[in-house]
């Protein structure tokens, strides 16, 4: 068996780029945890998440389930890419269970894997979180989702500065997709010009880099996926 190169945990290890995610670490030769609702047959140890319980118990299970698995053990990195999308304006009729809906998926996730961070991140590890794009600017379409978004934003901004309660010399970034390339999207996009679109290695290839300290961005940068002609540039904020 070979040894193990390093430890990352993957938060919405299911999804289409926590899949990606996951896949790019275990082709290293590293130890994957995934936090999701369902496991992820690929990864050495599945912690997964009640969507019946509040934010509370979600963390205080999580966090159980990770010390049962880590033991005394710390991992390199922590990959929160749990979220989704959901629209509506003031008017719509599901504007509030939506707005629910995106904070409990995009907030509650990463201020999770925030805690998870600030106890079993490595010193000089790093925590990746996922912001939006849109969410640097007025989303009256989607209101929910923006709201949601931005204040991950912010989180990233606090947890990068001074007696945030994160390890020494640890990085946080944000990175901010506009559309990325999954399967879903092309289902229900069929028509879409997919040369804007992210692909999901790209962003996976990044956070492997970062786990080599390569290319790491200033801390507490939110960093746009910025994708033309199937060529992704990041813009740091």
């Known amino acids: 068996m070979a040894a193990v190169l390093g430890r990352v945990i ?66 390199d990195g922590i990959i929160c890419v749990a979220g989704g999308w959901a629209g509506g304006n003031a008017a719509h009729k599901d504007f509030v269970k939506n707005s629910d809906l995106m904070w409990k998926q995009s907030v509650w996730s990463s201020v999770i894997a925030a805690s998870i961070a600030a106890e079993y991140l490595k010193e000089g590890g790093f925590l990746s979180l996922t912001g939006a794009k849109a969410a640097l ?29 994160l390890p020494f010399n640890s990085l946080v970034a944000c990175i901010l997709p506009v559309t990325l390339d999954t399967p879903m999207n092309r289902k229900w996009m069929p028509k879409a010009d997919t040369s804007t679109w992210t692909p999901l290695e790209f962003i996976a290839n990044l956070f492997w880099k970062w786990s080599q300290n390569q290319d790491r961005p200033a801390n507490g940068s939110l960093l746009q996926l910025i994708t033309k002609d199937n060529k992704t540039e990041l813009i740091a904020d």
């Open 137 to 165: 600017a007025e989303t009256p379409g989607m209101i929910g989702y923006g709201m949601a978004k931005a204040a991950i934003h912010q989180l990233t901004k606090s947890l990068a500065a001074k007696d945030s309660g």
């Open 10 to 75: 993957v938060y919405g290890g299911k999804g289409a780029l926590g899949t990606a995610c996951v896949s790019q670490f275990k082709s290293q030769n590293w130890w994957v945890g995934s936090i999701d609702m369902k496991p992820n047959e690929q990864a050495d140890a599945n912690i997964i998440v009640n969507l019946d319980n509040n934010w509370q118990q979600q963390q205080t299970e999580i966090l159980t389930q990770i010390k049962d698995t880590l033991k005394d053990e710390k991992v």
